[in-house]
């Protein structure tokens, strides 16, 4: 297979028929945020929301969502896609279906699931389907794994918004895929707050430049 074939083939989603199995068996993770101190795992105090999004790399995204106040916790992980506790040299694969994203739990008295919506929008590029930056292949796809349809038409409505933003600015369509959160799994452990244990890490987290507002 040629270097323009496999690239072609990493930016396709595999059928769910093409998919890798994976196992019953979850990844095993700190018990603890490294910079939160809270958990990583639920169940979570009750007053907390949760969600889920694909920024591209999940090491600099979930740095990016740990910053904002009102947020108790964030996770690096694999939504999207087929494979059961899939493992990331499996996600990297391309035949898992999954996307790297981060889990973010926060309080909605604090920050609203709009505010980061806006994080989302702005801080990456949600033009660039089955990429971000160099970073090519579908585990690199922006998007947003929503619990409720309150959340879907927020997205829908923020979306409709941003895009308005991009074409006065000439840029192209939003590829972001959006649909209903069926599993989050946990990344493993050394994923988990990377760039907190590896300040010099790799982070290609960019945006357009354009603002929502």
């Not at 083939?9 to 910079?35: M, Q, T, W």
């Not at 996600?91 to 989302?120: A, M, Q, R, W």
Request: with cysteine; proline share 4%.
């Amino acid at each position: 297979m040629s270097l323009i074939d496999l690239l072609n083939k990493k930016s396709i989603l595999p059928l769910e028929s093409e998919a890798l199995l994976g196992r019953d068996e979850e990844v095993e993770i700190p018990e603890e945020h490294f910079v939160k101190g809270t958990p990583l795992k639920g169940p979570f105090p009750d007053n907390l929301n949760k969600a889920v999004f694909g920024m591209g790399c999940f090491w600099g995204v979930e740095r990016r969502f740990w910053e904002l106040e009102g947020v108790f916790s964030t996770a690096a992980g694999y939504a999207g896609g087929y494979t059961k506790n899939p493992s990331y040299k499996e996600v990297c694969t391309g035949f898992t279906g999954h996307n790297e994203v981060v889990l973010v739990v926060y309080d909605p008295n604090i920050i609203s699931y709009e505010s980061l919506l806006k994080t989302f929008w702005e801080d990456h590029d949600p033009t660039q389907g089955m990429r971000q930056g160099n970073d090519l292949g579908t585990q690199y796809r922006s998007g947003i794994y929503y619990s409720s349809d309150e959340e879907k038409e927020i997205i829908s409505k923020t979306q409709e918004k941003y895009q308005a933003q991009l074409n006065a600015h000439g840029l192209e369509k939003i590829t972001t895929e959006v649909k209903k959160i069926e599993n989050f799994y946990y990344a493993e452990h050394y994923h988990q707050q990377y760039l907190a244990k590896n300040p010099d890490g790799y982070c290609a987290l960019a945006g357009t430049g354009v603002k929502i507002n």
